[in-house]
């Protein structure tokens, strides 16, 4: 098939939300060129999701809109459960200094961060929007570029891209052209979502209040300064927004607020069977739905941007190996299934379900509760390390890989600023002391530095974090995931062949008998 070489780009990405402008800048950032196809000329006015946590507002910082969205943000204290007299029955406690550098729960409006995204991607010269656009196929790319089709206004067109991010939502275009389908996880339920701005005494706390009432389950929360947020399951009843919100404010009080919006959702919690067909991807909502007892649809399409973005440039732009996409799918895709369960489970225990044994589960999370140090375990972070697999080495000695490095401020001569923002977008070795002449020609191999942390002039926060994983080098993605670990006591990093196949290294295993596998990073030595 002949491929017009002007309208070929090297990535076409299917939406213009959070997920997919973000994606945008995160592929900017490395150099790589977008078209982001938007079938709204305008933004979506109406708020959708209010709640993030740190390692999302990394990612934002990492898409260069960090301090904009601190800016637009609020810090939350965490949440609550309640029981059908609103009488507190847990509290779980959030930090105003996550892992990430940032509030462990942020309060936000949507709409407010898609103007951010959008112009920081209009400050992008790799970046092109084109909005008020249907998309109507995505073609097969098994040999070749990625056809994809569209119309506006004037007429159809068609873009060949190296590859295609589907960030078109529930109802997936890009979904139904790889041919995915939802594997539901059993969850279904009818919710009234109502978000409303008043300067009226509303009782409230800085955080989430769950209230656990089998006959009316409901989540309040407070977003901004006037604006509130209450979700009630439905019922067989169509009480009026008055009657549902009248136990948040005081009985003498009738004064006006002002319904930002009253809509009913279908809250569902399914995981698409697959992610990828070729250079097509799936990200958000297209290959994931959960329920919002746990705030992290949002954040959950803002980490697939994030773990995806960084391998697609490297295989672009760096000859990467195509298998390093696959871990794209092999590492989010568990991770987001076990967040939706997640959020399943604990809809059921803090709403009681619909069914005969809510009682009973009611009483057991009551009694949960009341156990020691519960609630300071299930105040830590939602997002569970990666499973093992080529980027993420495990093991006994290796607790770190999967997790996150943490990041402090750090100085450079002298001027506070953020670890990532030293770091950069490559690999970094960070080592507990003076790295040795192993490590050093390690990191040179791979074209990164090996950095002490005793000289980033931090807090002891990277140190401690070693001392606790019991490691005395860790090796750093790019997405500031933990992929291998020189565990303490150690001497250097001790490569597998799988390891070694991803990264070239100027240390490998004795090769087998079979042709040794195309590495799949190509180092860049700076």
């Not at 959008?118 to 998309?135: F, M, N, T």
């Not at 769950?210 to 389950?217: G, S, T, Y």
């Not at 009026?240 to 569902?268: K, N, Q």
């Not at 750090?410 to 040795?436: I, K, M, N, Y």
Request: hydrophobic residues 40%; aromatic residues 6%.
């Amino acid at each position: 098939m002949t491929v017009d070489e002007a309208a070929r780009v090297p990535v076409v990405i299917v939406g213009a939300g959070p997920v997919g402008v973000t994606a945008a800048l995160l592929l900017a950032r490395r150099g790589v060129r977008s078209v982001v196809l938007e079938r709204h000329q305008d933004l979506y006015p109406l708020p959708r999701a209010v709640a993030s946590d740190d390692e999302i507002h990394r990612i934002l910082q990492a898409a260069g809109v960090g301090e904009e969205f601190a800016a637009i943000s609020r810090s939350a204290k965490g949440l609550r459960l309640l029981d059908a007299r609103h009488r507190v029955m847990a509290e779980f406690r959030r930090t105003e200094h996550g892992h990430h550098g940032y509030p462990q729960t942020s309060m936000f409006d949507q709409p407010e961060l898609e103007r951010v995204l959008r112009a920081a991607l209009a400050r992008r010269p790799e970046c092109e929007l084109r909005g008020g656009v249907e998309v109507t196929g995505v073609g097969p790319d098994s040999t070749g570029p990625v056809r994809v089709t569209y119309r506006d206004e004037e007429g159809e067109h068609e873009l060949w891209a190296d590859a295609v991010l589907g960030c078109d939502g529930a109802n997936s275009l890009t979904r139904e052209a790889i041919g995915g389908v939802w594997e539901d996880l059993r969850f279904e339920e009818r919710w009234k979502v109502i978000d409303v701005d008043t300067t009226g005494p509303v009782r409230c706390w800085e955080g989430v209040d769950q209230v656990c009432d089998r006959a009316r389950p409901a989540t309040f929360m407070r977003v901004s300064e006037d604006r509130y947020r209450w979700e009630f399951r439905l019922g067989e009843g169509q009480e009026r927004v008055r009657e549902l919100i009248a136990p948040w404010l005081p009985r003498s009080y009738d004064g006006d607020f002002d319904v930002v919006r009253e809509t009913e959702y279908t809250f569902r919690a399914c995981v698409a069977d697959r992610w990828r067909s070729g250079r097509v991807f799936l990200l958000g909502d297209a290959a994931h739905l959960t329920p919002p007892f746990i705030g992290q649809g949002l954040c959950s399409g803002l980490r697939d941007a994030y773990n995806l973005t960084w391998k697609l440039a490297r295989v672009l732009q760096q000859g990467g190996d195509e298998r390093l996409l696959d871990t794209y799918e092999s590492e989010r895709r568990p991770h987001a299934r076990h967040v939706v369960r997640l959020a399943v489970a604990l809809g059921w225990a803090m709403t009681g379900g619909q069914d005969g044994a809510a009682a009973l589960r009611r009483r057991a999370l009551a009694a949960a509760c009341r156990m020691p140090g519960l609630t300071e375990l299930a105040g830590r972070d939602l997002s569970p390390p990666l499973t093992a697999g080529p980027l993420v080495r495990r093991g006994v000695r290796r607790r770190l890989p999967g997790t996150h490095c943490p990041q402090p401020w750090v100085s450079v001569d002298g001027r506070p600023t953020r670890l990532d923002e030293l770091l950069g977008d490559s690999f970094t070795v960070l080592t507990a002391s003076e790295p040795g002449p192993s490590l050093t020609a390690l990191a040179h191999g791979l074209g990164v530095r090996a950095v002490p942390v005793a000289d980033l002039g931090d807090d002891g926060t990277l140190a401690a974090w070693l001392r606790a994983g019991r490691a005395d080098a860790v090796l750093v993605r790019p997405d500031r995931v933990v992929m291998d670990v020189v565990p303490s006591g150690g001497r250097d990093f001790t490569p597998t062949a799988a390891w070694a196949s991803l990264l070239h290294t100027t240390r490998t295993p004795v090769p087998s008998k079979r042709t040794a596998p195309k590495h799949l990073l190509r180092s860049t030595t700076r």
